[in-house]
């Protein structure tokens, strides 16, 4: 009875030793950029590659696929095949204690972000229109970053009556504030500085 309590007792911890067969299965991840056309598994201790695992399809970028070997060991020779006939492959992986192996980067992979928005280049140009109810015979419009007036936006021959207005045209993409100087028939100056025109399309000058 000895015996075959010991005999028990061997056969007990060999079976408890040897690896389960469901303990080697895993995700094979494709965190490349390039898609798997073919996939082998095969236990590291033979020298032939087993048959292609991918009969549902090709994996994509991103996908992974369920993989259950069919032997029981736990390192494993993984070899796969890409669109583009390149291969890769990892050597001795102990697939018993892991639940995913993986191709490429080691964080799951992302597709490439769309690119941003094209950038709305800020427009500071408007329609200068004269409230003030008198004639103007000169009328200096320059962004703040500029340190002169330029020239007379109506020219030499002409006013702008009340409630006339006329199109002012500035630089795209510097600043979005304005110095504006006006001059009256009666040769009177006003100015205004600082006004910001990117978010208005009139200006009313009062």
Request: charged fraction near 20%; proline fraction near 9%; include cysteine.
């Given at each position: 009875?000895?015996?075959?309590?010991?005999?028990?007792?061997?056969?007990?911890?060999?079976?408890?030793?040897?690896?389960?067969?469901?303990?080697?299965?895993?995700?094979?991840?494709?965190?490349?950029?390039?898609?798997?056309?073919?996939?082998?598994?095969?236990?590291?201790r033979v020298?032939?590659?087993?048959?292609?695992?991918?009969?549902?399809?090709?994996?994509?970028?991103?996908?992974?696929?369920?993989?259950?070997?069919?032997?029981?060991?736990?390192?494993?020779?993984?070899?796969?095949?890409?669109?583009?006939?390149?291969?890769?492959?990892?050597?001795?992986?102990?697939?018993?204690?892991?639940?995913?192996?993986?191709?490429?980067?080691?964080?799951?992979?992302?597709?490439?972000?769309?690119?941003?928005?094209?950038?709305?280049?800020?427009?500071?140009?408007?329609?200068?229109?004269?409230?003030?109810?008198?004639?103007?015979?000169?009328?200096?419009?320059?962004?703040?970053?500029?340190?002169?007036?330029?020239?007379?936006?109506?020219?030499?021959?002409?006013?702008?009556?009340?409630?006339?207005?006329?199109q002012i045209?500035?630089?795209?993409?510097?600043?979005?504030?304005?110095?504006?100087?006006?001059v009256y028939?009666?040769?009177?100056?006003?100015?205004?500085?600082?006004?910001?025109?990117?978010?208005?399309?009139?200006?009313?000058?009062?």
């Amino acid at each position: 009875m000895r015996i075959l309590a010991v005999i028990a007792t061997l056969i007990a911890m060999v079976a408890g030793a040897a690896p389960a067969s469901a303990q080697n299965r895993f995700w094979l991840q494709n965190n490349t950029d390039r898609t798997i056309v073919a996939a082998n598994v095969s236990p590291s201790r033979v020298q032939e590659w087993g048959p292609n695992i991918l009969t549902q399809g090709p994996i994509r970028p991103g996908m992974q696929v369920w993989v259950e070997p069919t032997f029981p060991d736990c390192y494993l020779d993984i070899r796969v095949r890409f669109a583009d006939g390149t291969e890769d492959g990892h050597l001795g992986v102990h697939a018993c204690t892991l639940s995913r192996i993986t191709f490429g980067r080691d964080v799951p992979y992302q597709p490439t972000p769309e690119p941003p928005p094209e950038r709305v280049v800020a427009n500071p140009s408007f329609t200068f229109v004269n409230r003030s109810g008198e004639t103007i015979r000169e009328i200096y419009v320059s962004l703040t970053s500029n340190r002169n007036w330029g020239a007379d936006r109506l020219g030499p021959r002409n006013i702008l009556p009340p409630g006339a207005s006329m199109q002012i045209t500035l630089p795209r993409g510097e600043v979005c504030t304005v110095d504006m100087r006006v001059v009256y028939m009666d040769r009177r100056v006003m100015e205004r500085r600082n006004v910001e025109t990117c978010s208005m399309r009139n200006f009313a000058w009062r």
